[in-house]
């Protein structure tokens, strides 16, 4: 039977900076190309969760119908919903409001499939200074946004693979984006969990 996996995200699920194979959803989609699996890569820079849960049901149903297959849909969001604003003083998304917006995820989702996966979110390299007109980034919150999401999965028995901590200095790019080693790290840690529950030979 024909199967469809639709991952959707920001930056990193795009594939920013790994100039060689162009993310790890691209060499994931590469290497189940020859087993009639099809992978759409549906990250968008700069998405968030609220972005995200506004397009999330026209995008699945634009790329598979029921007479397609099966169905998966992975989620990697809220690195940008952590994004701390430095004049607000706050997250760019409020705890409840991104608590909101993965219940909304999993609303929509089951209309169309059980089998669903969260990602872990990805550490930064926190000792390169960099300035995002008065935004910035800290592990201390993406960590605070993980844990919601790994306690969603849990309170849900959702599938959640763990990222934080996988990426070391040398496998990021520049300060949040893996270069094409941490991809390849990401790639290999999905294609391990997707065998391992028998979603992928």
Not at 15 to 24: Q, T, V
Not at 174 to 194: A, M, T, W, Y
Request: hydrophobic content about 35%.
């Amino acid at each position: 039977m024909k199967k469809n996996i639709l991952i959707f995200g920001d930056s990193i699920i795009w594939g920013a900076w790994d100039l060689e194979k162009g993310g790890w959803t691209d060499k994931l989609k590469n290497y189940l190309s020859r087993e009639m699996i099809y992978v759409y890569n549906l990250g968008i820079p700069g998405d968030n969760s609220k972005y995200l849960l506004e397009r999330l049901e026209n995008e699945i149903l634009s790329r598979w119908e029921e007479e397609d297959g099966e169905l998966i849909v992975i989620i990697a969001i809220g690195v940008n919903d952590s994004q701390y604003i430095l004049s607000d003083k706050k997250c760019r998304t409020g705890i409840n409001d991104f608590r909101k917006n993965l219940k909304g995820f999993l609303k929509i989702i089951r209309k169309f499939t059980n089998r669903i996966i969260f990602l872990g979110l990805t550490n930064i390299n926190e000792k390169i200074t960099a300035s995002y007109d008065e935004k910035t980034y800290k592990n201390e919150y993406i960590s605070d946004y993980n844990s919601i999401i790994e306690n969603f999965c849990e309170n849900n028995r959702l599938f959640f693979i763990p990222m934080f901590g996988l990426l070391k200095d040398s496998d990021l790019e520049d300060r949040l984006h893996p270069n094409s080693q941490g991809h390849e790290k990401i790639f290999q840690k999905v294609k391990n969990f997707l065998i391992k529950k028998n979603l992928i030979k």
